[in-house]
């Protein structure tokens, strides 16, 4: 579904990594690690297109991204939920129109959608904070709600940067398990984290590939992780 074929990029000037290849194919899951800086986020955003390699290939769903307009950028990343550190939310939005925008822009807003968005924020523990705005929440809280609009739509890929990041372990197995779901039902799942502990926990459950970027390369992650 998402195919990065021998992939560089350079930022400043300065190389961040190269010779990296990695496939996400359906039912696939994968921890991404490594130390800060070594760019485990610019990884991230070329996996939907947000940035271009500068040498090899970045393929959406068997389309090469630097063939692709942005209208085909656009409707490839409909089919991604992408959770970002910062959360990227509309602030003028309540958390639950937020969860829902990825619904409300595709016109699949309905009685079965808006009961499913009320699951959903009940599962990550968000029914109280439906209708605050995202700069009432506290950090783990917006994670939570970035996490429920990354999956509201069942998507064929969930990219996560940092989700568990300031969330304390029940609720980070919580969101995890909501994952690990959506990963046997064929979705492919790619996680950046530096939490050790969540990777043993998860892979528990799960057949997870971690991976480490580390000294500009992308190395498989010894069995010991």
Partial sequence: MIELDDIAY??????????????????????????????????????????????????????????????????????????????????????RENVALPLTVSNRMDDEAAAQIDDLLAWTGLSTSADRSPPELSGGERQRAALARAVIM???????????GNIDAEMSDRLIALLVELNRMGRAVLIATHDMSLIRRTKAQVAARVVRLTKGRLEMAGADL
């Avoid at 939907?48 to 390699?53: E, I, K, M, N």
């Avoid at 069942?154 to 568990?164: F, K, R, Y």
Wanted: glycine share 12%; net charge positive.
């Fill in 154 to 164: 069942s998507p064929e890929v969930v990219l996560a940067d940092e989700p568990t």
């Fill in 10 to 95: 350079a930022y400043d000037g300065r190389a961040l990594f190269s010779g990296v290849s990695l496939a996400l194919t359906p039912g696939s899951f994968h921890f991404l690690t490594g130390p800060s800086g070594s760019g485990k986020t610019t990884l991230i955003r070329l996996c939907y297109g947000a940035l271009a390699a500068n040498t090899g290939s970045v393929r959406l769903f068997g389309k090469n991204v630097a063939e692709m307009n942005r209208d085909q950028v656009a409707l490839a990343r409909r089919r991604i939920g992408i959770v970002h550190q910062d959360g990227q939310f509309l602030d003028h939005l309540s958390v």
